[in-house]
């Protein structure tokens, strides 16, 4: 258990819908990131906050969105979903430096 | 930007045999590598990284990596494999983005197969 938890663990839904997903990091990491993983494009850095604060972002879409609240709990928002947006999404904690992430087991997203 | 390159989607070893998955980087700076392993339905897990001193790093489940400069690999070995190490396995190098934090940046994967 990397005590990061992601909800939900699966989510259908159609074309065009919005869904969000949710990250709570370990005790006492303030850095979440967001990865999506599919076949084509194995991992993909998303966008990564500290402490409430957008740091980097990476490939995330427009139609993409996400947050980190004071609890630094995170959300990540995908709207106008289209079929190539199924994938694994995985929230990941950290502590400060070039060290390790703890990723959570993911949110399977099937977008019909 | 940094990036990885793994050589092999899919490898497959007898119960027994020697595991080498490989791995190359490209950085600009001194990097710190690691090797994730993920397990079916599984988040990632770390097996072990490199930051700085002895190149040769050991990590959990009897498995180790030598970080060679002048090869820019990070290959990752287990003298003999066992059937509970069949699972996909990551490369990763550490790059810095444009605000300073530091963020991985993942290779494709290698699936490896172990057969009885």
């Known amino acids: 258990d990397s005590g990061v938890t992601q909800t939900p663990k699966h989510l259908i839904t159609a074309t065009g819908q919005r869904v969000t997903l949710r990250c709570s990091p370990r005790?006492?990491?303030?850095?979440v990131y967001w990865y999506q993983q599919s076949l084509d494009q194995g991992l993909q850095f998303l966008i990564q906050?500290?402490?409430?604060?957008?740091?980097a972002k990476g490939n995330i879409l427009e139609r993409f969105s996400a947050q980190q609240f004071p609890d630094l709990h995170s959300e990540l928002n995908l709207s106008s979903l289209e079929l190539g947006d199924s994938a694994l999404y995985f929230c990941?904690?950290?502590?400060?430096?070039?060290?390790?992430?703890?990723f959570g087991e993911g949110s399977r997203l099937t977008v019909l | 930007a940094q990036s990885v390159t793994q050589l092999g989607s899919h490898v497959s070893v007898s119960e027994g045999a020697l595991v080498l998955l490989r791995c190359n980087y490209s950085?600009?700076?001194?990097?710190?590598l690691f090797w994730y392993v993920q397990y079916p339905n599984q988040g990632l897990q770390l097996l072990l990284k490199?930051?700085?001193?002895?190149?040769l790093v050991k990590g959990i489940n009897g498995f180790e990596a030598e970080f060679k400069k002048s090869e820019t690999s990070f290959h990752l070995t287990k003298p003999s494999a066992h059937m509970s190490d069949a699972a996909e396995y990551f490369c990763?190098?550490?790059?810095?983005?444009?605000?300073?934090?530091?963020?991985?940046?993942f290779g494709k994967g290698t699936k490896l197969t172990v057969n009885p």
């Open positions: 990763a190098v550490s790059d810095k983005t444009q605000g300073g934090s530091e963020k991985l940046v």
């Open positions: 490199y930051t700085t001193g002895a190149t």
């Open positions: 990941a904690s950290s502590t400060p430096g070039p060290g390790e992430l703890f």
């Open positions: 005790s006492g990491d303030l850095s």
């Open positions: 950085s600009s700076v001194p990097p710190y």
């Open positions: 906050y500290y402490n409430g604060e957008e740091r």
